[in-house]
């Protein structure tokens, strides 16, 4: 899989593509999304952006958002800075 996947109510991302938006291998990508230094936003278009979804993913001061839509297909990508909260595991 190298693209978003719909299943059920949520979505997959294959790690590849997180791999390359935060510059860091797979294998570290997982490790981070299973102990929490890695977390993930999904929200739900309403009104004319219905139908469409905001992935986001958060680590290590960055996120990385892609919109989606009912199939899966990226419609956009955006890479930005975050402030970390001091509460958060480095």
């Known amino acids: 899989m190298t693209r978003v996947e719909r299943e059920g109510?949520?979505?997959?991302v294959d790690a590849a593509i997180l791999s390359a938006a935060f510059?860091?291998?797979e294998p570290e990508i997982r490790?981070?999304?299973?102990d929490g230094r890695m977390t993930t936003r999904c929200?739900?278009?309403?009104?004319?952006d219905a139908g469409r979804w905001r992935l986001?993913?958060?680590h290590a001061g960055r996120a990385f958002r892609l919109t989606v839509d009912a199939e899966?297909?990226?419609?956009?990508?955006?890479?930005?800075?975050?402030p970390q909260s001091?509460?958060?595991i480095p």
């Not at 109510?9 to 997959?12: H, K, P, R, Y």
């Not at 490790?31 to 299973?34: D, F, P, R, S, T």
């Open 31 to 34: 490790a981070a999304m299973a």
């Open 43 to 48: 929200e739900a278009g309403s009104g004319e």
């Open 86 to 88: 001091p509460f958060s």
């Open 23 to 25: 510059g860091r291998p």
């Open 56 to 58: 986001t993913f958060f």
């Open 9 to 12: 109510d949520g979505f997959v």
């Open 72 to 82: 899966g297909q990226v419609l956009k990508r955006a890479i930005f800075d975050v």
